[in-house]
């Protein structure tokens, strides 16, 4: 049976290239990067050339990434390492994030705020997207932490970051940005010199962006002070104490200078991209609009083969490869089994909540009615899905859909 995988946002495949590079550093060039001899200093250069491969695309200095096992490290080292020490000091201190975060953000918040730290979580509007003017009101003179995540991981809606981060730096230019800008690295171009030049602290996981899983990076610009999650050697600037991983970083390099070149390519229509060995529907996605495409492509398709099918979350502001369908049964849970049977793997959300049947979190604060959120599924397509997967999986989902609505009719 074909498999088609659309659960690009709970995790996305490994490049063979990635693959490629990071093996050598399981064997012959293996070694501790803070050793003094040739292989822990083969090792020391294998882990900055990586630095320098992520910071390029994120346009940052080398010296501002931090390597981490993933985004919720990232994220909580972000919350906890700005805003614990004030609590350690007895200051006030105010953070602003959002409803609609990942739990990666969410707990640690919670955690803060059980602890002292008063925090605000911005609603968004019915899109899945935040409201500036929102945002304006809700700072105050104790604010030291803003958190707002670049792309939403459910619906793909991507927040007015910059905006944000003008508004809060004009309000107090000591307050710290942070962003969880884990669905959007490899889909969006990420410029921290650019349009994100307020943004102080930004996630990234590598096993979003065709890296393996455990690996990830926090950013933190030059001069932000932040206390360490982990207490042991000086790794990492004194920010991250543990032997590095150097082949997920080594690989997590390499995914960065993949993900520069495909952000790079020019648009061209999906239609007449060329074909790989002469064959028709053999196409891969080789850019951000054609990833886009082959994604509106499934949802228009299924908008006129299901009838009631809406798309959750803006359609305007979201990142190419994700659409989020409410489809017009009782409960997506059988649909997504259904699927599963046939070859097709999509989600209910957030790869956390997958099986469990409790409505997606993010979809409530929309505005949905606890129904409409458990009807509802996520397809995530990866830059290595096909136009022939996508023209197949239109079939096996419309088929499903309409199988389920009869049982039940
Ligand atoms: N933040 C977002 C937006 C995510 O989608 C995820 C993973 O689904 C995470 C954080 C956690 O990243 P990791 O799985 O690397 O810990």
Redo the contacts with the bound molecule.
Sequence with gaps: MQRIYLDA??TTPVLPEVVEAMLPYFTESSGNPSSAHHSGQRARGAVEMARIAVAKLLRCAAKEIVFT?????S?NLALLGVLQPYLDRNEPAHLITSQI??H??LYPAESLEQRGVKVTYLAPNSEGILDPAAFEAALRPHTRLVSI?L???ETGAIQPLGKLARIAKAYNANILIHT?A??AAGKLPLDLSGEFKNVDLL?L????MYAP?GT?ILFVRDGVKLAPLFLGGPHERQRRAGTENVPGIVALGRAAQIAQQWLDLAPTDVSSRPEPNGHSGETRSSGPPQLAALRDKLESGLLAAIPGTVVNGSTLHRTPNTTHLRFPIDHAEPLLYALDMEGVAVSFG???QSGATEPSHVLLAMGLAPAQARSSLRLSLSRLTTEEEIDHALNIIAAAVSRLQSIHA
Excluded at 69 to 73: C, K, L, Q, R, V
Excluded at 205 to 208: N, V
């Design positions: 946002n709970a096992s993933g985004g919720t490290e994220d975060e990942h990666a953000v995540m792309a939403n991981n969880d884990v669905q996630s996981s590598g096993h979003k899983q990830g957030s790869a956390c």
